[in-house]
C-alpha cells in the first residue's frame, strides 16, 4: 500500500509540475521498444536535474550512465544554446537509443554520447571542466567515478550522485552485496572530503525507496 501511495503523489506531483511532453515519452517509448530496463530517473527527478542545472547556470555538464538518454533530455534543456553535456554509455545499444532520442529532441548539437567504460573514457576528459556531473551508473565503480568528479568539477559546481541508498541497504556494514559496498564506500569518501559539502537525502516515488547525493565542489576561499 505505500508503495501504491508514492506512486500516486509522483503520478500526481508530476502532472503538475513536470508533465512529459512528447520528446520525453517518445524517449521512453524507445527505449521499451529496444528493451531497454525500466531504471530512468522519474518524471519529477528529471525535473529536479533540470533545476540543479539552472541554479549553478551550468555551461557545461558530464553524465555517467545514459542509457537511453532520458535523464540527459533533462539536463541539456538546462543548457545555453552553446552549452554542452558529454554523456558516457558501456553498452552500443543503450548509446544507440540515447543517440535517437537526443536528435528527436533537437539537443545533437550540444549533447555527445561517448561509447566505453566510464573508467576508460573519463581520463580522456582531463583536461576538460564542468558544471555539474551526474552519477547513475554501477554502484560497484561509484567511488571511482566520485574521484573522477572531483576532478572534472569547477569550483562551485554540483556533482549528483542516482540510487545511493539501494532500499536502505545502505546502513548494512556487513553487505556482500556489491553495490552496496560501492555505495557505502563513496558515502565515506564523501564524509572525509575537505573540497565538498554534501547530503544525501532519501527518496520514495515512482521509482521506489532510494536516494540522491548532492555534493557542492568548494571554491579555494571557502
Known sequence: MAEQQWTAVDDYLAGLLAPEDPVLIAALRAADDAGLPRISVSALQGKLLHLLARSVRAHSILEIGTLAGYSAIWLGRALPPDGRLITLEVEPK???VARGNLARAGLDAVAEVRLGFALDTLPELVEDAFDLV???????????????????TKPGGMV????????????D?????????????????????PRAEATTIQTVGVKGYD????????????
Open 94 to 96: 543503450h548509446a544507440e
Open 134 to 152: 551526474f552519477i547513475d551508473a554501477d554502484k560497484p565503480n561509484l567511488p571511482e567515478y566520485f574521484r573522477w568528479a572531483m576532478v572534472l
Open 160 to 171: 549528483v550522485v542516482d540510487n545511493v541508498v539501494r532500499r536502505g541497504e545502505v546502513v
Open 173 to 193: 556494514e556487513h553487505s556482500t552485496d556489491p553495490a552496496v559496498r560501492g555505495v557505502r564506500r563513496f558515502h565515506e569518501m564523501l564524509a572525509s572530503e
Open 211 to 222: 536516494g540522491f547525493a548532492l555534493a557542492v565542489v568548494l571554491r579555494p576561499d571557502e
